[in-house]
Structures are given as structure tokens and as C-alpha cells.
């Protein structure tokens, strides 16, 4: 086998482990250096970039996870999966009719993925029309009813239309799904506590402002 391919699944290999010790640092210092070592091969270029992206996105930093992964996109236009972590970096920067686009090209390519159409629903919610953003959930839902993410971001969204029991059902639904879910229980109460205050605004005469919810 040449060296130089074998020292890469070495370097690449050695970059994973980091990832599952959930030493970020060593990962990310990893896949820089095979930017630089490897900077003649487009295919080494493409995934050092798309795990850098996946790495940063982990981190909280969509600024630099959306660089990064612009640059996997570019050696490699149609992978739908870099579409997608691209789209997630720009919901995660509020930046959602950027969001929306990428979701879109994701989802074209695999039209029955939930974790894209819970990413679009999301997105497309928060971007202001959130009966369109609840059909996108709902169609992640019935793909995919186990997944208690796609159940929360259905409980936050009908929330955020100040429809109460709806948002509590989807909630129990996830609790149901998984009743020791720690954010589950955290937005459940939530939206107990904010229909509550509600109710009290209204009987009062005043009523609070919706705004956006994050995740």
C-alpha cells in the first residue's frame, strides 16, 4: 500500500478516536494538519473540511462550522449531507432564509429524511410562517416517531403560536418516548409555566409578546 495513504488512515483514524473521547481540540488539530499535509488531494481537502464543520457545530460555533463546510461543498457540490450541517449553521446563527435554501437542496436529494425536514420545519417556523414550518415537523414526525428532538421542536413551535395543549402533547409524546429526557421535561414545564402566566395576563387585561423561540 503507498505510505502516504497509509499514514492518512492512521492520521484519520486517530482523528475519530479523539471525536469519541470527545477530545475536540486533538480532532480538530488532526484534520488541520491533514488540510496541510494533504492539500494536493480534493477528497482529503472535502472531508477534513466536513468534519471540521461537524467538530464546530458541536462546539456552539456555526460561524466557523459554516466556513468550513462551505469548503466540503465546494469539492463536492452534491452531497446532501454538507447541505444539510450548513443549513444548521445558519439556524444556529438565525440566519434563516440562508438555512431554508440549504435544507431545501438536502431534501431534494433525500426527500424522506426526517432530520432535514425537522431541520426545514425548524427553520421555515422561526423564518415566520409557522403553519408551513408544523407541516414540515409533522411529515419528520410520521418518518420518523421515535425521535424526540423532531417532538420538541413541534411542542416549541406550537408554543410559540400560544397553542397550548398542542405544544403539551407533543411534549408528554416525548416524555412517553423517553421519560428521563432532561430538555423534554425542562420544555413541558415550560410551556405549563408560560400558558399559566398567560392566563393570568389575559384575566388581567395585557397579554406577553410572542417572539422567536431557540433551540
Not at 3 to 21: C, H, L
Not at 23 to 39: G, M, P
Not at 44 to 60: C, F, R
Request: charged share 25%.
Amino acid at each position: 500500500m503507498d505510505e502516504n495513504v497509509s499514514e492518512f488512515i492512521v492520521i484519520w483514524d486517530e482523528a475519530k478516536s479523539y471525536i469519541d473521547q470527545g477530545n475536540f481540540d486533538k480532532a480538530i488539530e488532526i484534520y488541520k494538519y491533514i488540510l496541510v499535509r494533504y492539500s494536493d488531494s480534493s477528497t482529503a481537502v472535502e472531508y477534513a473540511n466536513a468534519y471540521l464543520g461537524d467538530v464546530y457545530i458541536t462546539l456552539g460555533l456555526p460561524d466557523l462550522a459554516e466556513s468550513h463546510v462551505k469548503k466540503a461543498i465546494k469539492c463536492n457540490p452534491g452531497k446532501h449531507e454538507y447541505h444539510y450541517i450548513l443549513g444548521f449553521a445558519y439556524s444556529k446563527q438565525n440566519h434563516w432564509e440562508k438555512a431554508i435554501r440549504e435544507y431545501e437542496i438536502a431534501i431534494g436529494n433525500s426527500p424522506d429524511n426526517a432530520e432535514y425536514l425537522r431541520g426545514l420545519g425548524w427553520a421555515v417556523s422561526n423564518n415566520g410562517d409557522m403553519t408551513k414550518g408544523i407541516e414540515y415537523l409533522q411529515k419528520a414526525n410520521r418518518l420518523d416517531p421515535s425521535n424526540v428532538d423532531v417532538l420538541l421542536d413541534i411542542a416549541n413551535v406550537y408554543l410559540l403560536n400560544l397553542e397550548f395543549e398542542k405544544a403539551k402533547q407533543a411534549a408528554r409524546q416525548a416524555l412517553e418516548l423517553d421519560p428521563g429526557h432532561s430538555l423534554a421535561r425542562l420544555v413541558f414545564e415550560k410551556i405549563c409555566e408560560f400558558q399559566k402566566h398567560y392566563k393570568n395576563a389575559k384575566t388581567k387585561g395585557t397579554g406577553p409578546r410572542g417572539k422567536r423561540l431557540d433551540r
